[in-house]
């Protein structure tokens, strides 16, 4: 029986050489995070995801994370990601190349929303229907419609929305009740260990035990 992962996430999930080759990374070999900013998050093995994934005895198939990164289209600085980093041009990119018919998928795991709220992009109210493009310019509807489409293109995966600690409260209620709608988990982070506003080591090994906890 198959448990094959993937990621959905942003600079917390990252780790050179594990995402795709043009994604911008976070932690690097050697505890170097974006090359400058020293952390001791030093081995793949150390992130979340390199902790969990082999307890889970599952396959991740794909880390689909970039750092810096939005589930929405509005990035720092008020940039378009609508057809970069966001998390739904990510996933229709996906869908484009027929990846999801290729590869059998049993657990999703999204965690964003950090860089949504620490952008300033306008938050909006969550909606259920009728999204305009300039809707997911939003945080709350782009929320929801992404969990929209990755519940409908995976009806049979079990979808998990990872909740970074300390987000606007508006945006953290805002992703639990839209996961909830369409049937996913969710896992509220709390006392995680940060440098710089990312993960330590300490951090990754209390993300990792948390969302386990929840499986």
Known sequence: MSNNVIIFGDSYSTFKGHIPEDYEPYYYPGG??????????EEVSQTWWGQLIPRMNATLLL????????????????TDCSKSSSFIYRF????????????????????GGTNDNWCG?????LKYSDWS??????????????????S???????????????????ITNGIITAANHYGAKTVLLEKIEKLTKHPTRAGMASIAEQVFAIL
């Open 32 to 41: 170097y995070s974006n090359g400058v900013e020293k952390n001791d998050v």
């Open 63 to 78: 880390n689909n994370s970039w750092s810096g990164s939005t589930i929405g289209y509005t990035g720092y600085g008020n």
């Open 133 to 150: 493009h300039e809707d997911l310019f939003s945080v709350l509807p782009a929320v929801s419609y992404f969990f929209k489409i990755l």
């Open 152 to 170: 409908e293109k995976l009806p049979d995966a079990k979808i998990i929305a990872i909740i970074n600690s300390e987000l606007d409260e508006t």
């Open 92 to 111: 229709n990119q996906l869908c484009e190349q027929d990846f999801f018919e290729k590869n059998k998928i049993d657990t999703v795991f999204v965690f």
């Open 121 to 125: 992009a306008p938050i909006g109210e």
